[in-house]
């Protein structure tokens, strides 16, 4: 552990209501294993809304966002049903609704509201694993649209007919969240939702890349097959498809230092022209493919997009073809990829005690500087002779590794050479996934398969193989998780989650005289691991939530079972 706190260093949490105002502040000393427990109590006139945790320790700050809601069980039982297990934007949307009183006599003549908030989600389809379906040059803004407004009718019942009307600049698959609202004579209301997909084209178009080569590129001056394939909205092959390709060349941009690509300028012909365009026709099957053959004097990066010109979906990908990318990466005129350093790494995701083989294409009589780095420190650095063609260098996997590291290479060249016209400095950082066995616990639980009312049961924690941990034990009706879709955390992915890389890197070879190498005073900080946000949509909670918490509890302190 870098830094490692002293013992019986202070933790504070601070917490603010939704208006802003500190409500609690705790500051703890002593926890389990440095696993310490914050109760926080609300008052039943609490303000509702996203309250704000924030946690400070030795310097550190995290926050977490608390959503905060006063509870109240429906009164109704609504149930909602579509006639089409996938919607489509081409049809109207036709389904009907039933709601009665939870004591069984229908909702006579109550007013009903919709209202479907629609969101991109991803594009798959069984069948078809390694094709990706999803448009990288269009996105799709969340938006929410009135379905249905009215009244029920004296069997407590009423019909769904509503056509969307969407753009057609949606990525792939959508994904529609209805929420029904059921209001009572005095103005109090229940509410339920239920999720379905929208397919907002009549027919989608997938690719699939072959297999890539050195560095996770194409070689140019060779024919490079591309698999493409259509289907219908319930992905059944659809065949006989007329579709457009369309390749672009894009300046190059590196993800961790310039955020994600804007690619939404290619969609239109007349900003930028394509380099490469012809139509092609998938067979009965659904199925066709095509060749790409990039010129070496062409080598870079290019956007790869196929379009189905009267279903309107298109699907792509980017990616980089050269050969001998030593010789052409700065004949091309493209300044910011010509100080750029093209490497990889013999596997993505590694072991503690294995060893990482970093590939990168070199001229000869040079050096490069291997740094190896993570959220907070430089791990170790080396320098390395450089190879005509090709060099590899190897990184030994330590658990201090673990989640991720990075590999920040930098290529010098002596400065007078003139075997090629690249920068004497030449930089690139690629992440390393690392994992560390003896850090994965597999804790296991014994408790009856039935819990009834107002009795004792007992639990029994422990861990699959026997290693020591520290855990807490939470006991939370289903009924109230339900309220926002929870779903029990990958543990161990959200403890060691991928973390950004926190060391700055900056040079002076842009202040030596006639060695202008192009700017790397951008600061690599490549993204973490941010998981999702939970879901906003409520679901109807019809009894009494049951909540009991435990620990946290050492698994050698604990000799019995807990009775609860």
Known sequence: MTNPLPKDHPVTLEVSD????????????????????????????????????????????????????????????????????????????????????????????????????????????????????????????????????????????????????????APGMLRANFLTKVFEGGGDFSIDVISKDLAPFTHFVGLQSPK????????????????????????????????????????????????????????????????????????????????????????????????????????????????????????????????????????EKYNVGETAIITFPSGSEGRALISIENGTEVLGTQWIETKKGETQATIPITKEMAPNIYVNISLLQPHEQTANDLPIRLYGVIPLLVEDPTTILQPQLELPDVLKPEEKFTVKVSEKNKKPMTYTLAIVDEGLLDLTRFRTPAIHEAFYTREALGVRTFDMYDYVIGAYSGSVENIYAVGGGDEAAGAKNRKADRFKPVVMYLGPLRSKSVKKPHTI
């Open 18 to 169: 939704a208006r802003g105002k500190v409500v609690h502040k705790t500051v703890a000393r002593q926890g389990v294993n440095n696993v310490f427990y914050f109760p926080i109590a609300t008052e039943a006139t609490a303000p509702t809304g996203n309250w704000r945790a924030t946690i400070n320790v030795g310097g550190a700050v995290f926050t977490e966002i608390l959503r905060i809601a006063t509870v109240k069980p429906n009164r109704l039982k609504i149930n909602l049903a579509f006639d089409d297990e996938i919607l489509t934007v081409d049809k109207p949307i036709v389904g009907n609704t039933s709601i009665s009183w939870l004591h069984g006599a229908p909702a006579r003549n109550l007013n009903i509201e919709m209202d479907a908030t629609i969101r991109s989600t991803t594009t798959s389809f069984k069948g078809f694993p390694n094709y990706i379906f999803t448009d990288p040059v269009r996105t799709f803004e969340e938006t929410e649209i009135p379905v249905l407004k009215g009244k029920l009718n004296e069997e407590g019942k009423t019909s769904i007919n509503k056509r969307l009307e969407l753009s057609k600049n």
């Open 212 to 347: 890539a080569r050195a560095y996770g590129s194409y070689f140019t001056d060779e024919n490079n097959t591309f698999d493409v394939a259509t289907v219908d909205e319930k992905g059944i092959a659809s065949g006989n498809r007329d579709l457009e390709v369309k390749v672009f060349k894009i300046e190059w941009r590196w993800w961790w230092s310039r955020g994600q690509d804007n690619l939404s300028s290619y969609e239109n012909a007349t900003v930028h022209r394509p380099v490469q365009e012809f139509k092609i026709k998938t067979a009965a099957n659904g199925k066709t493919t095509f060749n790409l053959n990039i010129p070496e004097e062409e080598s870079g990066r290019y956007l790869i997009r196929i379009i189905d010109p009267k279903s309107g979906h298109a699907t792509g990908r980017v990616a980089y073809f050269y050969r001998n990318w030593w010789s052409r990466a700065g004949a091309g005129g493209d300044a910011e990829s010509a100080k750029m350093l093209v490497f990889s790494a013999d596997k």
